[in-house]
Nanobody
Framework: QVQLVESGGGLVQPGGSVRLSCAAS????????MGWYRQAPGKQRELVAG???????NYADSVKGRFTISRDNAKNTVSLEMNNLKPEDTAVYYC???????????WGQGTQVTVSS
């Protein structure tokens, strides 16, 4: 059973920055793609950013140029550096890992990010 544990959420002012981290209970090499999704109140869960084992990244249009995703296979972690945060970034952020072998998706419990003055 794979477990993903997020950390780094909290309250941040507009224009501020925060870094989210996700630690996997297994080697990150087991996951072809790792990424972050978010779900705001009244909205569907959406992909924020993803990264493959070969460091190919994909970002939602709304966060391009502001967020940076990275993975550290030695630490079995994936991180999301969020800069120039906007109130519309407020959401619960979920870590995701997709198995290299089965393409099964694993999910973290979520961490709240609130952007407000």
């Amino acid at each position: 059973q794979v477990q993903l544990v997020e950390s780094g959420g909290g309250l941040v002012q507009p224009g501020g920055s925060v870094r989210l981290s996700c630690a996997a209970s297994e080697s990150a090499r087991n996951f072809n793609t790792m990424g972050w999704y978010r779900q705001a109140p009244g909205k569907q869960r959406e992909l924020v950013a993803g990264i493959t084992r070969s460091d190919i990244t994909n970002y939602a249009d709304s966060v391009k140029g502001r967020f940076t995703i990275s993975r550290d296979n030695a630490k079995n972690t994936v991180s999301l550096e969020m800069n120039n945060l906007k109130p519309e970034d407020t959401a619960v952020y979920y870590c995701n890992a997709r198995s290299r072998w089965s393409y099964h998706d694993y999910w973290g419990q979520g961490t709240q990010v609130t952007v407000s003055s």
